[in-house]
């Protein structure tokens, strides 16, 4: 029970103290790069609560006409998954203002 404790205030650290460091850090800077195709994301969504935000993978990052990037296509992590680790259904794919979304990890 004790592993199951240790946990959870893993979790609870990690929402309260480096999600909301990097989301501020993010929007303290003056010239951002663009968000490119394969980052790892997180999704914000306002109508959920902040712990059951989802992690994705950015699949199209198309830029306007001036080159800065203001919607991107997200392929959510799939969670249906058999016993033996076989996806069941398709993944789920937003699209959704860079706004709403946090980078984790850059891509190469």
């Given at each position: 029970m004790e592993g199951v404790t240790a946990m959870g205030e893993f979790w609870n650290a990690w929402k309260s103290e480096y999600l909301q460091a990097i989301m501020v850090r993010q929007k303290l800077q003056m010239e951002k790069e663009n968000v490119k195709v394969g980052n790892v994301v997180i999704v914000k969504d306002d109508?959920?609560?902040?712990?059951?935000?989802?992690i994705g993978v950015v699949t199209e990052a198309r830029g306007e006409t001036d080159g800065l990037v203001r919607n991107?296509?997200?392929?959510?992590?799939?969670?249906?998954?058999?016993?033996?680790?076989?996806?069941?259904?398709?993944?789920?794919?937003?699209?959704?203002p860079i706004q709403k979304v946090v980078v984790l990890v850059k891509a190469e």
């Open positions: 109508s959920i609560a902040r712990g059951d935000w989802r991107v296509e997200v392929r959510l992590r799939n969670r249906n998954l058999d016993k033996k680790g076989k996806i069941l259904r398709e993944p789920t794919v937003l699209r959704w």
